[in-house]
């Protein structure tokens, strides 16, 4: 299919391709809407109208999805950290709570912590339970550092 003709057009499908939300997409797009309600409604009339631009948004999402599919993407843990911290930060950036405690949820898993089973040196055995989202951005280094000094002193 390649880039719509129309620049407007082709942008929204850009902004959503990215995962920006309609109303947010529809403004980047250079539209107006009174407020983000407004755009949002605006930009679904838009979409119905103009099939071509949903369709451009999932050529989009199916070349992001190759290109990780083909990338090698057996990246080390530091890569993956690196990562996780970039999406957590703009995710706080962004006000999206929701999005930067996924990010975090994927760094602790990363880390083997979260919701899981500890084995302590005496054998016993306790279930643990972290909040993700009532953890600091310093406690969260604090976390990651323990993980690799105890990755690296059994490894």
Known sequence: M????????????????????????????????????????????????HPEISA????????AR???ATSDFMGDIETFT????EDRLFAQQCNQPGAAVSATNGLLKLYGLGEETVRH??????????????????????????RRRSDSQSG
């Open 82 to 85: 690196r990562m996780y911290l």
């Open 56 to 63: 451009r948004v999932n050529e989009l999402k199916q070349i």
């Open 121 to 146: 040196k005496g054998g016993i055995e306790n279930k643990i339970s972290i909040d993700p989202s009532k953890l600091s951005d310093k406690t969260m280094e604090e976390l990651l550092d323990a």
């Open 2 to 49: 390649g880039a719509l003709v129309d620049p407007k057009h082709e942008t929204l499908a850009q902004e959503l391709g990215k995962g920006s939300t309609q109303a947010a997409a529809y403004l980047a797009a250079g539209y107006s809407g009174k407020n983000n309600n407004v755009a949002s409604v605006q930009c679904n009339k838009l979409l119905k109208k």
């Open 66 to 68: 190759d290109q990780i």
